[in-house]
């Protein structure tokens, strides 16, 4: 998934995105079984260069580099209480 075609899909933002990147697990690659929200920056932003996968594993890929690289992943902290893993 582009950038531009992530944030056109950011018009319909769906709040729950936030819960589910402290909640699922990326399901392949070298980072699998890690919480989204714990990828490393250098896997988002490799992610941002080369494309994100379509469905909702690369729309949670995309705003997790959103965050992560405007300083934002701290949000997701209060999340991480009320989280279980999917």
């Known amino acids: ?3 531009s075609d992530w944030l056109a899909s950011m018009t ?3 709040a729950d995105a ?3 990147l402290v909640t699922v697990t990326m399901p392949f690659g070298k980072h699998k ?3 989204i929200a714990d990828l490393p920056g250098n896997y988002l932003n490799w992610f ?3 494309g ?3 469905g909702q594993i690369g729309a949670l890929l995309a705003l997790m580099h959103e965050l992560d690289h ?7 902290k209060p999340l991480r209480c ?3 893993p999917e």
């Not at 405007?70 to 997701?76: P, Q, V």
């Open 70 to 76: 405007n300083g934002l992943a701290y949000l997701l």
């Open 82 to 84: 009320h989280a279980s």
């Open 33 to 35: 079984g890690t919480l």
């Open 52 to 54: 994100f996968p379509p």
């Open 18 to 20: 936030l819960k589910r």
């Open 1 to 3: 998934m582009a950038l």
């Open 12 to 14: 319909d933002f769906d």
């Open 48 to 50: 941002a260069r080369e």
